[in-house]
């Protein structure tokens, strides 16, 4: 490719993925799949390594990140971060009203309410529309450049369009992990056998600084703003700051709302205090600003914060109670999590028994004495959680917790890996939990989906002494199943139904399903991908392990080391007789001709005697190109049924041949 059609392609992928990240993000619509998003961001990035005189400094590249940083640029701040100051109680709250009515000399104001979100501030800058650094709170008066970091949050605009915008200005707001990402961010960590995080705020906060910014792409964090800063905004309240930030595409919550007086605030804070728990993201508490911009700079700052705003907190629901006891649970991979069990207590409408403790640390942090009443809270995380001792009531005979040196299923001797926080129990090939732990992991869905097995049958076909390894349940028979509890000729065909059919089951899904440390489903998939057939991957060496998409050192050694055992290749190999698929059906489409070169496609809508995805092999086999969006570039509009209409205006405005199914078909005939 010349360098001349290199920047023409190269503006028209950017043109694209800020065509789709716009709507997307600004108008909630989705046109592509998230694959599809991904490979025109791949196509940009291939294309600005081979020509990098040619990517722009708003590239939307950055979006995957790529860079490492060894250490941030330390920055001052222009203005310094200050923090807020907090209050529990309506009386404060109050309070503070009256020192603004005075500190305005009985003016009239007003106040504009918004939630308190629970996440880290980030200072960012623009210089000429572009974002130019993303500084870090730090101790409020230099913090971190963390811009490559920052760069990777899809919902920031890296260049701001629109007319009037100043040279230079601040905008300030809340980096947080969504509730829903933060719960698949577990989840997924639970599946490959990694220590979960406790909270979405810390892990946030963990992610904004990491060195490494394609890992921090892939957690996709979020921000929401709230403060605009400079001398040349041209605003007279936050209100307005707040609708022209809005408008220069920058997200806002919706959730914000101008209060004539402080009992409008209050009602304001009663209102949240329950709905937001529907929100997407942890809040803990109501931000109350004095509306005009003069009056702020009026009543101005203390040392530490403004006088101008307040923060109210709402109150964690806590509550005293006794610990009876602590039980250790062990998972599939052998961790061990302490537990708490609890004298029974209502707590924010529920029944509390029991709370996680995490680990030794925490029992250790908390000097926890069976017997002692305890305070326990439901703040920002669903399962409840121990906060603190009581101390004047503990008693003179208490003696502190001891954390078990051995395994309470299988009695072997615990471990403790340095610089790991968890116990683990050796025995993974005896201890019972881990043994169940990894045929339920084997039969989940998103492994090879055996509905009709359970956590309770598996228990079952285990003290049975039928079933000790996924392969075992291919030589069950009707007379096993038979002998399990309420099991009659239909319960026990469905098993085998399921056991049977799960043998189609793709191979990235057995990949997962064996359960090897750390490799979680995306992993599972790409190394299917990768390698092809399990024999491919088995004597890959460490260094070819390296080589594949997604692959880090540790996931190459857990991989390597697994294939080496003894046990592992007896397994395999018994899956493999068994019928299972240890070969990717992924293929790419053969080329059988080239009467589609140069050309490119767009598929829309759905067709008679094609899926889409068919579509799209028999143009790639006849040399065509896809493309994801209609562009004055484009070849040919392959139109279906139920197309938009606005992307056949779009195609015919800009001259692009819109064909249908049949003249498609004849094109390649
Ligand atoms: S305004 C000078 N608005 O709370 C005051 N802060 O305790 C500037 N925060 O450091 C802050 N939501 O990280 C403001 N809607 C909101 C907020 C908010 C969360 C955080 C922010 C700040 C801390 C202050």
Redesign the pocket.
Known sequence: MSPSEAKKKIQELTDQVNYHNDLYYQKNKTEISDFEFDQLLKDLEQLEKEFPELKQPDSPTQRVGGTITKEFASVVHEYP????GNTYSPQELEDFDGRVAKGLDGDAYEYFC????DGV?ISLIYENGLLTRGIT?GDGVRGDDVIANVKTIRSLPLKIKGKNIPAKFEV?G?VFLPKKVFKQLNKEREDIGEETYANARNTASGTLKMQDSSEVARRKLDCFL??LLGEENNVQTHDEAIHKIESWGFQVSPTYKKCKNIREVLEYIAHWEKKRADLPLETDGV?IKVNSLDQQERLGFTAK??RW?I?YKYKAESISTRLNGITYQVGRTGAVTPVAELEPVLLAGTTVKRASLHNANEIARLDLHIGDYVFVEKGGEIIPKITSVDLNRRSGHTKAVEYIAECPECGTALVRKEGEANHYCPNEKGCPPQIKGKIEHFIQRKAMDIDSLGEKTIGQLYDLNLVKTPADLYDLKKEDLLRLEGFKDLSSKNVLDGIEASKAAPFEAVLFGIGIRFVGKTVAEKLARYFKTIDNLASASYEQLLEAPEVGEKIAQSVFDFFREKESQKEIERLKAAGLQFESSFKEPEKVSSSLAGKSFVISGTFQRYERDQLKDLIIAHGGKVLSSVSGKLDYLVAGDNMGPAKREKAEKLGVKIISEEEFERMIA
Do not use: I, Q
């Not at 971060?81 to 807020?84: H, P």
């Not at 918004?114 to 979100?117: P, W």
């Open positions: 971060m200050l923090s807020l918004e939630l308190k979100f501030s709170r300030r809340e709230y403060y931000v914060s403004p705003a923060a």
